[in-house]
């Protein structure tokens, strides 16, 4: 298994551009998020999903959107980048709700200027 | 107040020292997780508990829900364990909120 993949690795924005970052699992996890990482912060949650189809805010999800159409997949789209977005994403799957073991993509580092 | 603290933020040992991290929460949890990231960034599980002691290795993980707290010790530590180690209580529908970290440096 591959486990939770992620692309690009590194990506610079421009302020007002959109891009998509991707995020795959093969596990056949119902439950995917994504967080943003920055210096002298834990990770913070933005997006989740308990399932294809349901999708929810977590504690930052502005300026982000995302969708799960199916259990594979789960993209984070940024609708018109900020400086304020420059950090390092996260995605991360866990088999189901409560008590499961999370598995974390590589990351992507993205810089908005 | 954080709702997740841990300590010490940066703790540098010689090889072969005993490590102690702690956790203290303050939300209501159905499990913790300990979190290590590697100085290139990738994130992995080292142990999700509820209750009592868990061991992998050189790495002991224990939880006291009455107080809110959390420990992990790296016995006999080597450089290797050099990481970003994170506490991560979980709260109900599978919400992790996430400490700040621990800077382990562990040198030969």
């Known amino acids: 298994n591959a486990g939770v993949t992620q692309t690009p690795k590194f990506q610079v924005l421009k302020t007002g551009q959109s891009m998509t970052l991707q995020c795959a699992q093969d596990?056949?996890?119902?439950?995917m998020s994504w967080y943003r990482q920055d210096p002298g912060m834990g990770l913070r949650l933005i997006h989740y999903s308990v399932g294809a189809g349901i999708t929810d805010q977590g504690e930052v999800p502005n300026g982000y959107n995302v969708s799960r159409s199916t259990t594979e997949d789960f993209p984070l789209r940024l609708l018109s980048a900020a400086p304020s977005q420059t950090s390092v994403y996260f995605c991360?799957?866990?088999?189901?709700?409560?008590?499961?073991?999370?598995?974390f993509g590589p990351g992507t580092r993205l810089t908005v200027t | 107040k954080n709702e997740v603290e841990q300590s010490p933020q940066n703790l540098t040992a010689q090889e072969g020292e005993f490590i102690t991290i702690n956790c203290s929460y303050s939300v209501g949890i159905s499990a913790l997780h300990w979190l290590q990231q590697h100085p290139g960034g990738g994130i992995v599980s080292l142990f999700m508990l509820s209750s009592g002691k868990k061991k992998h290795g050189r790495l002991i993980a224990t939880i006291n829900i009455q107080e809110k707290h959390s420990s992990l010790h790296i016995t006999a530590s080597h450089p290797r364990d050099s990481a970003v180690y994170i506490c991560?209580?979980?709260?109900?529908?599978?919400?992790?909120?996430f400490g700040e970290g621990t800077q382990l440096t562990v040198n030969p």
């Open positions: 991360a799957s866990s088999l189901g709700l409560a008590g499961n073991e999370q598995y």
């Open positions: 991560a209580p979980e709260t109900s529908g599978s919400r992790l909120t």
């Open positions: 596990m056949n996890h119902e439950y």
